[in-house]
């Protein structure tokens, strides 16, 4: 079993800046999840994808909205970090840390593709 433990949310004005840690603690398999993402939920709506990363590096993929704001990082294969720049009030929303299994019909940034999920942590941005 896969646990994911999110920090690093809080209240920040529009333009500021927030840093997001997920880190990973696994079962006895070393190769359990090979996917590691972060998702949020804003107030009424679905979850979306932001961000996601394979646990052995390679290119980071970003949806559209937090492109050239938002970076990932990584602090060895279970630690993720989400580095948010220019926060606006549309950032706001509930964030997780989720990790995904192989399959053969992942989707990198689609919510049911991953199989363990953080608590989440909030991020409140005002205007």
């Known amino acids: 079993q896969v646990q994911l433990v999110e920090s690093g949310g809080g209240s920040v004005q529009a333009g500021g800046s927030l840093r997001l840690s997920c880190v990973a603690s696994?079962?006895?398999?070393?190769?359990?999840?090979?996917?590691m993402a972060w998702f949020r939920q804003p107030p009424g709506k679905e979850r979306e994808g932001v961000a996601a990363t394979h646990t052995s590096g390679g290119s980071a993929y970003y949806a559209d909205s937090v492109k050239g704001r938002f970076t990932l990082s990584r602090d060895g294969r279970n630690t993720l970090h989400l580095q948010m720049n220019s926060l606006t009030p549309e950032d706001t929303a509930t964030y997780y840390c989720a990790a995904a299994k192989y399959s053969a019909s992942f989707q990198i940034l689609t919510a049911s593709s991953y199989n363990y999920w953080g608590q989440g942590t909030q991020v409140t941005v005002s205007s």
């Open positions: 696994q079962g006895s398999s070393a190769t359990e999840f090979i996917y």
